[in-house]
């Protein structure tokens, strides 16, 4: 079934999206760098080349089959009729993007935004999974993630699914809103993050015999701040590409995209390093970068549909709950997430969401009743839903194919163990032996 009209693009339209899906995979190349400076020296070469191999696994995998179960708004969809309501479940789109035309139409840009999307949303997990987390392994549950998990949620909000027909179906607000990917690119993936940390468990050496955490500090922070800057540039694209694409923002409104995703990220690193140096003493780096890129991260849903004074506000708050995040499932949890892409991603991401039903401000054509309500509904589905199906598939390929490394590779690191060279050879690794619970 073919349920509409597929949106099109002016010539303006068309070159902007191009430029800004040309800028997204800086945004991958700096989360990439962050996992790799937050991470341990003796497993730094294999962070890097875990990444390239997530992101040609998530791009292979998407072309194969994701967009087929992603699709467009408009383009052929499985249609479900209950309650005398059409609900949009499954595209029902052709494998390997054949009959597709890449002539620069909507549902071209699109496909070709979601190849390198779903690459960043593959990124996400590396970071929880770091120092413990097998290539092989990693390759499988990124297969599943770009396969199943990410083009599912994203056909829903983004492919005219039934999130997104909440407005027409119940009248809430414009339907689920998620304009440069909050839930649908970060949420999946940090949620993905929560439940690989979940089952490889912590670090060696991450908690002691009672239970308290150790601090294990990254190896590098210049790799670490320089990575800030060059995800700040990605998500400007991410998020301008996005709004124009899948909320139907005409392309003048890319300055305001631009603007309330810089202010948001900007607020966000202040506010970290703020309450690091009031709780503290000093400010802290990492949670600072952690800051930023949270900010960044909520930004995306409401970035082309709030004003300037609010995106300060957004990362504002976003920066105090990535935080106080990290501490949170470190200390009560016993979550050990090195790269805190579980706090950064997935609470942030969810804060993002929300901020649209509080924020948002849409043209009287539009309108906005409650919005925040089908913002809950999509929070409630990833809390509900995305969350246990990946856990779930992760479980099982843990029950078939074991995805932490053996205590001995984890010990000489993963350079070595599963690389054979460490990223520093003149340099000698330490390796400690810390008593673990």
């Known amino acids: 079934m073919t349920p509409g009209p597929v949106p099109s693009l002016s010539e303006t339209a068309v070159s902007l999206c191009i430029f800004f899906i040309l800028l997204v995979p800086l945004a991958a190349a700096g989360l990439s760098l962050m996992d790799a400076g937050l991470g341990r020296s003796h497993s730094a070469a294999h962070a890097m080349l875990a990444a390239l191999c997530a992101i040609a696994v998530a791009v292979l995998i998407y072309f194969s089959c994701g967009f087929a179960w992603q699709g467009y708004t408009g383009r052929p969809a499985h249609v479900l009729e209950l309650a005398g309501k059409s609900w949009n479940w499954l595209a029902a789109e052709r494998l390997f993007l054949r009959g ?20 960043v949303a593959a990124l996400i997990p590396l970071g929880s999974g770091a120092g ?8 499988i549950s990124t297969a599943l993630l770009a396969g199943l998990t990410y083009p599912l949620f994203a056909h829903w909000a983004w492919g005219g699914g039934w999130l997104a027909q909440l407005g027409i179906n119940y009248r809430l607000g414009n339907g689920f809103l998620d304009a440069g990917g909050s839930g649908t690119i970060h949420v999946v993936g940090g949620l993905t993050a929560l439940a690989i940390a979940w089952i490889l468990g912590p670090r060696r050496g991450k908690y002691s015999l009672e239970g308290l955490p150790a601090a294990i500090p990254g190896h590098n922070a210049v790799l670490v701040l320089f990575a800030c800057l060059l995800a700040w540039v990605g998500w400007i694209g991410l998020n301008a590409a996005g709004a124009i694409l899948f909320a139907s923002v005409e392309p003048k409104q890319s300055i305001l995209v631009f603007v309330n995703t810089t202010l948001a990220g900007v607020s966000a690193a202040l506010a970290a390093a703020a309450i690091t140096r009031l709780r503290f003493g000093k400010a802290d780096a990492s949670l600072s970068a952690n800051g930023w890129i949270g900010g960044l991260v909520a930004s995306s849903a409401s970035c082309a549909f709030v004003i300037p004074a609010s995106a300060v506000l957004i990362g504002l708050a976003a920066g105090v709950l990535v935080t106080f995040a990290v501490e949170f499932f470190e200390f009560w949890l016993s979550v050990d997430d090195p790269g805190g892409a579980i706090s950064v991603h997935a609470v942030g991401g969810l804060w993002g969401l929300l901020a649209v039903g509080l924020f948002a401000r849409f043209p009287a054509a539009m309108g906005d009743s409650r919005q925040w309500l089908a913002q809950l509904v999509g929070i409630a589905t990833l809390l509900g839903f995305v969350l246990p199906l990946t856990y779930g598939l992760n479980w099982l390929l843990n029950r078939v194919y074991r995805q932490r490394v053996s205590v001995d590779g984890e010990r000489q690191g993963l350079d070595l163990h599963e690389l054979g060279a460490g990223a520093y050879p003149d340099f000698v690794s330490n390796i400690e032996d810390f008593p673990q619970r």
């Open 100 to 119: 597709l035309k890449l002539d620069g139409s909507a549902v071209s840009l699109a496909a070709g935004l979601q190849m390198v999307s779903v690459a």
């Open 132 to 139: 413990r987390w097998r290539l092989g392994a990693i390759g």
